[in-house]
């Protein structure tokens, strides 16, 4: 399972990015799919998360309101559109595909929000 994600960058206090990740496997529609992020000296966070059919998705609380994902089955690809980005933010974010008893991730692609 290879997951490419992209979209992140350098943005002030305030503004938006969206993170696209594109995942090359057939198992994707049968994934739950995830945003984790890890700053700095910190533990991996997992940020957000939704079901196969996108009925249901979960957010850390810190990014309740601000952040939402999303997926295409089509397009075999998760999304996550973060607004109100905040200091607190920066992190390389990393897409994750669970499924079955595994889960599979790909590199990271770095947020930096500055003050």
Same mark, same amino acid.
């Given at each position: 399972? @290879?997951? &490419? $994600? ?7 206090? +305030? /503004? !938006? ?13 049968? %994934?739950?799919? $995830? ?6 000296? *910190? &533990?991996? /966070?997992?940020?957000? %998360?939704?079901? =196969?059919?996108? =009925? ?7 990014? *309740? +309101? ?8 089509? /397009?075999?690809?998760?999304?996550? @559109? ?8 920066? %992190?390389?974010?990393?897409? %994750? $595909? *669970?499924?079955?008893?595994?889960? !599979?991730?790909? @590199? +990271? ?7």
């Amino acid at each position: 399972v @290879q997951l &490419q $994600a992209s979209g992140g960058g350098l943005v002030h206090s +305030g /503004e !938006y990015l969206r993170l696209s990740c594109l995942a090359s496997s057939n198992i994707f529609n049968d %994934s739950i799919m $995830a945003w984790y992020r890890r700053a700095p000296g *910190k &533990q991996r /966070e997992l940020v957000a %998360s939704i079901s =196969t059919d996108s =009925t249901t998705t979960n957010y850390t609380d810190s990014v *309740k +309101g601000r952040f939402t994902i999303a997926r295409d089955n089509a /397009e075999s690809t998760v999304t996550l @559109q973060m607004n109100s980005l905040k200091p607190e933010d920066t %992190s390389v974010y990393y897409c %994750s $595909a *669970k499924w079955w008893r595994f889960e !599979y991730f790909g @590199q +990271g692609t770095l947020v930096t929000v500055s003050s």
